[in-house]
């Protein structure tokens, strides 16, 4: 995979998967501790103890039809070759919970890539009814976007409405362009 952010969108369509009603998203990237971490917490259906344990390892997969089973096991490879860590917690009918974290200027790290595509693709393939919360901050400055703030202000709009998806995206790159500005 090309970036985290894609590494991102292959957790959270796990999470879709799951039956989340909730994703939460949040990135740190804090130069002066030369970390970035990346946080994914859903309240889907979880794990048993035996497919978490199963997780990280490459091809298992519970997909009936197609079993790549590379999402979980690939983050975590990306993670370790850039000296980082990666952790997978989850309980049935709790959901689950990835910390990915990376040494930020490690000449392996992969860049974290176009977020507002990752959260727009969240939001469509969601059907505009899973709510993201996406925290993002940039050496101590950052910005929340909350779908749930979003669909108030819409009103009856539909969320996926190919319009509404457009401005958000234009919103989402300018919020993270606007906390790298030094
Ligand atoms: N957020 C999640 N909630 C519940 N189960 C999950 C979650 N993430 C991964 N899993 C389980 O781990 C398996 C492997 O996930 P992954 O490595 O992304 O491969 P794939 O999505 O191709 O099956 C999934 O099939 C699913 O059973
Ligand atoms: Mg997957």
């Keep these: 995979m090309e970036d985290l952010s894609l590494h991102i969108l292959d957790c959270t369509e796990n999470s879709i998967r799951a039956g989340a009603t909730i994703i939460t998203i949040i990135i740190e990237e804090q130069r002066a501790d030369n970390m970035l971490t990346i946080t ?26 197609k079993k790549t089973g590379l999402g979980i096991s690939l983050l975590a490879q990306a993670t370790h070759e850039s000296e980082g860590m990666f952790d997978i917690r989850s309980a049935p009918n ?7 974290t990376f040494r930020y ?18 939001i469509a393939s969601g059907s505009g009814r899973v709510d993201i919360r996406y925290v993002h901050t940039f050496n101590g400055r950052s910005f ?12 009856d709009i539909p ?9 958000l995206k ?4 300018n919020a993270v362009q606007e906390i790298r500005e030094t």
């Design 94 to 100: 709790r959901g689950t919970k990835i910390t990915a």
């Design 40 to 65: 994914i917490e859903d309240n889907g259906h979880g794990m048993d103890k035996e497919t978490l344990n199963k997780v990280k390892d490459p091809f298992f997969s519970t997909k009936p039809d």
């Design 170 to 173: 234009k919103q989402l790159e």
């Design 144 to 155: 929340i976007f909350d779908t749930k703030t979003i669909k108030k202000e819409l009103q």
């Design 159 to 167: 969320i996926n409405d190919p319009a509404v998806l457009a401005d």
């Design 105 to 122: 200027d490690h000449i392996d790290r992969k860049s974290l890539g176009n977020m507002a595509d990752t959260i727009i693709a969240l």
